[in-house]
């Protein structure tokens, strides 16, 4: 029955749903279930000997996902790939694999099921269950911080794409990359500005896992790389500086300690682009308005309105140019050092 014509709370239980189909997701993509089916359909019977699973428990999952479009089960009950499932192959072009196995990982799910206690203390929810902040926890645990990074840069792949598309790089002289994690945007700037240098700025273990994405792509020696601490200084001398869903992590106090450490770097005239989500007016759906929810009980940061950004570069001594829309969930905001 379509959902227009169901009573409310069938839909609304339908919606809470969701949150084992995301679970679901994340599984399937832990296991590579999508590599597994990329030369054509198989019985759950071989997934399952290829996944160390069990036939029984899978086909369930599989056939739960079947029935949201992800996978498709035939007559005789081999399940392939679909449309919505090529994304979960590791070696697909906008591949999702990391990122969904990211969003399923147990200190995720930990941190969403307490998500009251963030709404009663304002504490981030991650912090008061493993006794750190996120960024701490993934540096103290490597695992965890590379599933982190490679969750992030899997679902950045199509907002870096849709970023370049949207704004015109060439004739940059020198872009800094503040907290720009692997670099890939950058990469992807100097390939669309071949005259440009770049600066990629983050924590010495980012650093560490970045270069060498850059040296296999042959732009090592226009890169300078520099790690350090956003909240103690900025590389001088850029002309354009990134902050690519770097604020969202944080609240406004320290967002503002960030643009203000930016603004002391830069010259005036120098322009800032903050690449974020950003949650519309109204009571329309928004992907920005649930990624607003793991921000509050995740890092303890937050999505804003546009008119919310705009105080805070203002107040940091930025003033906003332009909002750039791009076809991703991501939005340019040019921002120039008065």
Not at 38 to 59: S, Y
């Amino acid at each position: 029955m379509h959902a227009a014509t169901q009573p409310p709370g069938q839909v609304l239980a339908g919606m809470i749903a969701n949150a084992w189909l995301a679970q679901a997701i994340s599984c399937a993509a832990k296991l590579g279930i999508a590599d597994l089916l990329r030369d054509g359909p198989r019985r759950p019977e071989d997934l399952a000997g290829a996944t160390g699973t069990l036939p029984g428990p899978l086909r369930r999952v599989l056939r739960a996902l079947a029935g949201s479009g992800i996978f498709a089960e035939d007559a005789e009950g081999r399940f392939a790939l679909t449309p919505l499932a090529e994304p979960l192959r590791s070696d697909a072009a906008m591949s999702l694999r990391a990122y969904a196995e990211m969003q399923g990982a147990p200190w995720v799910w930990q941190a969403m099921g307490a998500m009251e206690h963030s709404l009663r203390t304002g504490e981030p929810a991650f912090r008061h269950i493993f006794g750190m902040p996120s960024f701490e926890y993934q540096a103290a645990n490597p695992e965890v911080g590379r599933l982190q990074v490679e969750g992030l840069a899997s679902i950045g792949r199509a907002q870096d794409a849709a970023a370049l598309a949207a704004y015109d790089f060439r004739g940059a002289a020198i872009v800094v990359d503040v907290a720009g994690g692997q670099g890939a945007l950058l990469r992807g700037i100097l390939g669309a500005a071949p005259e440009a240098r770049a600066v990629l700025f983050d924590l010495p273990h980012v650093i560490a896992m970045a270069r060498p994405a850059f040296e296999a792509a042959g732009l090592a020696a226009r890169t300078e790389f520099v790690a350090g601490d956003v909240f103690a200084g900025v590389p001088g001398g850029g002309e354009i500086y990134i902050l690519r869903k770097v604020i969202h992590d944080w609240d406004d106090a320290r967002g503002l300690a960030i643009l203000r450490q930016c603004r002391a770097a830069m010259r005036p005239g120098a322009r800032l682009l903050v690449i974020e989500a950003i949650i519309p007016e109204g009571n329309d759906y928004s992907y920005a308005k649930l990624l607003d929810l793991l921000m509050l009980v995740y890092p303890g940061g937050q999505e804003r309105t546009a008119a919310e950004h705009g105080a805070l570069l203002e107040a940091a001594g930025f003033k906003v140019g332009r909002v750039v829309p791009t076809r991703s969930a991501l939005d340019v905001i040019e921002a120039v050092a008065v």
